[in-house]
């Protein structure tokens, strides 16, 4: 699942992206922040996790047809091995562990469904890197680059001698006619949300046709705007995610126009200014790519419809400097039981004594381990490989789904959902053939002790033997909802739902943060299952020994059942729940 990251002091905005690290004192932490012919579940009580701690590594064995907890293990301990370099979008690792999931596809008998008849969808991934000799002049006066003004593009911009008009509020600019934007660059001003801030960022920004370009006045209590779109990284260049945009602080609009801004009429022309957005752009070194599989149905006419099923393969990558893992560990029980989700919590002096005394302890039968990979276990290794074994068992079924079933291991979750805002911008299938999305997004914890959300009034949610998170599964439709709470029910799953963290207006925006969203804003239903957060989420601790494998199998067969009825029910499930804004922007 994403990280909560870009705040600003007017709030915090929840987007996708790594955390800063953090240094301790006495301790360092890295943080970032069914068919009839279908085999019979196999019943499975509520276990505890295993008592005796699993090994740091692990011979893998063949897999089963059948959801097994054996399976999940030895799936889970290839795909979040240090080997893979915690699987950060456009690198080695990632790449690696793409191949890894293409491998296992073909293996099942998938067929591909991504570009030209392979099973990998490659996003447009760049890297870029600002010009510090990037200029924003107007009445002979420089702005200062990422204090007064900043940028946003796939490339270099120049404006040469250009006027600007004011076009208002930001969505007003398309009430302007064309004549009186031709040429100009149209300035707009962004109000003072969380949803307008986010949007100017991220979000579909209109140009009126003919303009030369847009230029976003900030306010001055979001000023961290500049740092945070002019920070080198990599980036999709695609127009989806966001066309060319200039951004300036609202003390530059006294340079921009003559009159102040509560006089100002959208229309009104300011100055001439001269702009050089200098970029340096490269492609990534490593491609970021989907992988997109296809079961095919069974029935002549439902096989054009789809059942999605989904996780996202990646992860944040590695830390700069290597740690003491279990510091971490232990750290993060006392301090930050949430982990990143807690990255503002440092410890008091009664916790030290207790994180100290602890280590002391383990220290006696456990030597030090130096660590600096997030391997991304639960995050969303468990995800992943669950959509691995649910493939398993429906590719190896006598008689498969009526319904096609779509596999998407989507890349780039961790950075803004960017693989399911691509597949579904691009989708390799018809958007409209796709009945319901399935996400499965960390479903390896979720015990009594893991502090997995919080209530919408703050209070602390925690796991237990049957714990099992719902986020969207009525949002859209309250059908498929109802199908969810039914098949675990009558399929004797008998896990106990927690519908916490989907609470209208939540804080956390859970939503709005994990590769589901994407779908549900083009108006397919949607249920995100996952068991919640704990104290390793985006850590270094979030290794494969320490998941809870026989209540991770519980919940794959769950979700496989879920999807055997979505696949073989005669109707596909009713929207009777007001659609999303697809441009708009995320709010839980």
């Not at 699942?1 to 992206?17: D, E």
């Not at 993060?332 to 982990?339: A, D, L, Q, S, W």
């Not at 696949?567 to 659609?579: D, T």
Request: charged share 20%; with cysteine; net charge neutral.
């Amino acid at each position: 699942m994403s990280s909560p990251v870009f705040s600003t002091v007017c709030q915090t905005l929840r987007i996708g992206g790594l955390l800063a690290t953090a240094a301790l004192v006495s301790v360092i932490g890295a943080s970032v922040s069914g068919a009839q012919d279908a085999p019979q579940p196999q019943p499975v009580s509520a276990t505890a996790a295993p008592s005796a701690p699993l090994p740091l590594k692990l011979a893998p064995r063949p897999t089963r047809s059948a959801i097994t907890a054996d399976d999940l293990i030895t799936r889970l301990y290839i795909f979040a091995d240090d080997s893979l370099m915690g699987r950060d979008a456009g690198t080695e690792g990632s790449f690696k562990a793409t191949e890894l999931l293409a491998r296992e596809a073909k293996r099942l008998g998938l067929q591909p469904a991504g570009d030209s008849g392979t099973f990998f969808q490659t996003l447009p991934l760049k890297s870029k890197k600002v010009d510090p000799m990037s200029s924003f002049i107007v009445g002979g006066a420089s702005l200062e680059l990422g204090k007064e003004w900043g940028f946003k593009g796939g490339g270099t911009m120049t404006f040469n001698d250009t006027p600007v008009v004011f076009g208002g509020m930001m969505g007003e600019a398309s009430l302007l006619p064309a004549e009186q934007v031709a040429g100009k660059l149209v300035v707009l001003t962004v109000p003072l949300s969380q949803s307008a801030i986010q949007q100017s960022v991220e979000g579909d920004v209109d140009v009126p046709a003919g303009a030369a370009g847009i230029v976003l006045v900030v306010p001055q209590q979001a000023a961290g705007i500049f740092g945070y779109v002019l920070r080198p990284g990599v980036y999709v260049d695609d127009p989806a995610f966001g066309g060319p945009r200039l951004f300036v602080g609202a003390g530059a609009m006294s340079k921009l126009f003559t009159s102040p801004l509560s006089d100002l009429k959208a229309g009104t022309v300011g100055a001439t200014v001269n702009v050089k957005a200098l970029l340096d752009v490269t492609l990534s070194p490593f491609p970021a790519r989907n992988v997109v599989a296809i079961l095919p149905g069974s029935d002549r006419k439902l096989k054009h419809q789809y059942v999605a099923v989904g996780a996202h393969s990646d992860h944040v990558g590695m830390s700069r400097k290597s740690v003491d893992h279990d510091s971490v560990l232990v750290f993060n029980r006392i301090v930050r039981p949430g982990g990143a989700e807690n990255d503002d919590k440092m410890g008091n002096a009664e916790q030290f004594v207790q994180i100290n005394a602890e280590l002391a302890e383990m220290r006696k039968t456990t030597p030090t381990r130096r660590d600096s990979i997030f391997n991304g276990a639960d995050d969303d290794g468990s995800g992943s490989v669950t959509v691995q074994e649910i493939a398993e068992l429906l590719s190896t079924m006598k008689t498969k789904p009526k319904r096609s079933t779509l596999f998407v291991w989507h890349v780039g979750e961790e950075k803004g959902l960017w693989g399911s805002k691509f597949f579904i911008e691009h989708s390799t299938v018809s958007r409209d053939s796709i009945v319901a999305q399935l996400n499965i997004d960390m479903v390896g914890r979720g015990a009594a002790t893991d502090l997995t959300g919080l209530s919408k009034d703050g209070q602390d949610l925690r796991g237990g033997p049957d714990y099992l998170q719902l986020v969207g599964s009525r949002r859209l439709s309250t059908e498929l909802g109802d199908l969810v709470e039914s098949v675990n029910t009558t399929k004797k799953h008998n896990l106990k739902f927690d519908y916490g963290m989907d609470a209208n207006d939540h804080p956390m925006n859970i939503y709005c943060r994990s590769d589901h969203y994407e779908y549900a804003r083009w108006g397919i239903p949607v249920t995100f299952f996952t068991t919640g957060g704990h104290s390793a989420y985006h850590q270094l601790t979030d290794e494969p020994q320490y998941i809870d494998y026989p209540h991770m199998e519980r919940v794959a067969k769950l979700i496989a059942d879920v999807a055997l009825d979505l696949g073989n029910r005669a109707g596909r499930p009713v929207i009777n729940q007001p659609k999303l804004d697809p441009r708009g922007v995320c709010k839980q």
